[in-house]
């Protein structure tokens, strides 16, 4: 086809991250992720103290706390290291296709 879709193409990947300290004193992972398409996927946290061997994460999952805008609390064990790198990796979840 050589319509042009009349709306934007969709970012799907966690963007705008920051860390944010919560009141409990655990540091959280906040994202941008479009609404419409978030149910779609799994979100998990990786973990490195060197950037060199990342190693899964157990955490909450993603909370939503606003338009487009999750929330990862990184739990107490990764909120108490010195120094501690994260990423976000995400797949397609298996909802509905049982």
């Known amino acids: 086809s050589t319509e042009i879709p009349t709306v934007p193409i969709a970012t799907l990947a966690p963007d705008q991250m920051t860390i944010i300290k919560l009141p409990s004193g655990n540091y959280a992972l906040n994202f941008i992720f479009p609404d419409t398409y978030f149910s779609s996927f799994e979100f998990d946290v990786e973990n490195s103290t060197t950037l060199m061997n ?7 999952n993603p909370s939503k706390i606003g338009v487009d805008t999750y929330q990862i609390d990184l739990g107490n064990a990764a909120s108490s290291v010195p120094v501690n790198y994260f990423r976000i990796t995400m797949f397609l979840s298996d909802v509905g296709n049982e």
């Open 54 to 60: 990342f190693q899964p994460l157990t955490t909450a």
